[in-house]
């Protein structure tokens, strides 16, 4: 095992810099923090390139790391790499998978346009995840997949289902062509949601925070579809919305 004492190591550095979205692209990696993550992720093969832990903690007998290197931390390096004020102190650099663009896989869908904030994504992605989801797209604009906030939010669902980032008119053209009815989100032009019957097979789009779903793809939908408010609330909170219609939509197996 190595053992990386100095706060200032170059791969001290190298690590904090995943925090930032310009390094995990240009590297391919990611990080995820704390036991629960770093189980997931070591559930899955060629998944985890090294596994960090501070010194006077025990990794779990049961994680196999017999082909993952591990790293001991000083507790000054360990604090320098974690994103939270109450590290676990157990931390994994994972490979960001490879995109297959245009490869439909699966039978429901979610869409996602220009959602911005970090633990809105990644609740939608543990919902989705819950609700039996088969894959998820990210339009431009929406937050990075591997932000920390993202992949905390998401206890552990990103690796559960594919999410790939994609351009999302070029998606619902191929959803369409393969006869899969593809639903928007929209205050005007809609329907309740509950007017619209469980399918096998859907699309389900939603849309930035404050100004929902860009005109362009709603008028390339099937249908758009809104969330009542019996209340005086203005709205509802989007993963709030994503969960409601994704488990509404989906036909029980």
Request: net charge negative; charged share 25%; hydrophobic share 35%.
């Amino acid at each position: 095992m190595k053992y990386v004492q100095s706060a200032k190591n170059p791969q001290v550095k190298q690590w904090k810099k995943l925090h930032t979205k310009k390094e995990r692209d240009r590297s391919g990696t990611y990080m995820v923090e704390g036991f629960h993550l770093v189980e997931e992720a070591l559930k899955y093969d060629e998944v985890v390139q090294e596994v960090l832990v501070k010194e006077g903690i025990d990794l779990p007998s049961a994680w196999n790391l017999d082909s993952v290197s591990v790293t001991q931390l000083s507790e000054d390096a360990a604090k320098a790499v974690s994103a939270t004020e109450t590290s676990q102190g157990v931390f994994a650099v994972c490979y960001q998978p490879e995109t297959q663009e245009g490869e439909l896989k699966g039978k429901t869908f979610l869409m996602l346009d220009e959602v911005q904030d970090p633990g809105n994504l990644g609740t939608i992605i543990r919902t989705a995840d819950a609700a039996g989801i088969d894959m998820i797209i990210l339009g431009e604009g929406t937050a990075d997949l591997y932000n920390p906030k993202v992949l905390r939010s998401a206890q552990g669902s990103h690796f559960h289902l594919p999410i790939i980032k994609g351009d999302l008119p070029d998606w619902i053209d191929s959803l369409k062509n393969e006869g899969v009815p593809v639903y928007g989100t929209a205050l005007e032009n809609s329907v309740e949601y509950h007017t619209v019957s469980s399918e096998e097979s859907f699309a389900l789009i939603l849309g930035n925070e404050g100004n929902g779903v860009s005109p362009s793809i709603l008028g390339s939908t099937d249908q758009n579809l809104y969330v009542p408010i019996y209340g005086k609330s203005e709205s509802l909170n989007v993963a709030i919305a994503a969960g409601i219609l994704m488990y509404h939509l989906k036909k029980a197996q």
